[in-house]
């Protein structure tokens, strides 16, 4: 199996959305695909990513450095022992020549090209790619279906708690059971107000999350943290600034229930940093890495592992990104559950167009690779790099 070609090209992400943080009018995201000379069944199998949500398209490093050191690599040197692409050689050729540190400048173009290298190699043996991560990093029985829950409840321009309650009303009549909304972007008296609004809908208070964007200086966090702790909700998420360990410890020893952090960790370093010093609790604290921004899959079983040691059940990973590669992930190495964005992102966001949601549980897809192939929107983005699929 060779690699013939990578590609890359930067699309916008179309939405008009706010976070605590930052708005997503100007989003990217660089997809990416693998052409390689295996054919399956009469047909070139093509590796295919994207650079998941929320950061920006990444082409100018992937084709000045990573790109090339994988096409100048003797070909044998990337394969496993049965003669397929082994993404983890890949990922130590494309880090060939890298200073440390300064992740985040190349894990994501690094990660993503690495998914879709998982792509090509689940596609070259016929297999779902969450069934080839169980087998090389998953441990029990794997899984056949996840819990699925939405990251929504945004900030949008005239909408207040009633337009929250009614989307709230039809992410349940769609099957989900919990929901995660975004906090920080209003005074905490309002956002108060949604909360209550939220928990009247949804009713049980371990099925609503809610999301800070890490968006919080000090006194902000404290005060959101001394708001929310009487409502045990599910987890509040990005309490602080990513890697403002001391701030995390503070929160932690403030607030009772869970944390959940990891979107905008890009090492295993970062992870282990906020682990050890930012207070985190191995009993109930939830951890979001995103595999593709992370340096991809294999490095995110690698801190899977690590967390683990550190006391951390599978069951409180929860991969950010809301797409067909963390829902691989999540089946593949037997994690807690993976997220889901209706309606927004585009094409970029969520599951196979068959894909459905059965009262909290999504169905773990059989088609080969991650199966970007069920989703048409976005497929019609990524076969427009690769004409010989025509
Ligand atoms: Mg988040």
Known sequence: MRILDIREKAVPVASAMRNAAFDFGEMTSSVVAVVTDRVVEGRPVVGFAFNSTGRYACGAPMRARFIPRLLAAAPDSLLDDEGVIDPERTLAVMLKREKPGGDAERSVPVGTIETALWDAAAKARGLPLHALLARRYGVGTPATRVQCYV????????????????????????????????VGGLPVAEDQRRIEGALAVLGDPSCLAVDANGAFDRERALAYAAMLAPYGLRWFEEPAPPHDYALYAEVAAAYGPALGTGENLYAPQDLRNIIRFGGLRPDRDVLQVDPPQAFGLATFAGMVAEAERDGFSRSQVFPHGGNQMSLAAVGGLGLGGCESYPGVFGAFAGYADDARVEDGWLKLPDRPGIGFEGQAALFAVMRDLVPELA
């Open 151 to 182: 990251g929504g409840g945004w900030y949008r321009p005239g909408e207040g708690v009633a337009e929250l309650q009614e989307e709230l009303r039809r992410h349940r009549g769609d099957g989900y059971r919990m929901v995660k909304i975004k």
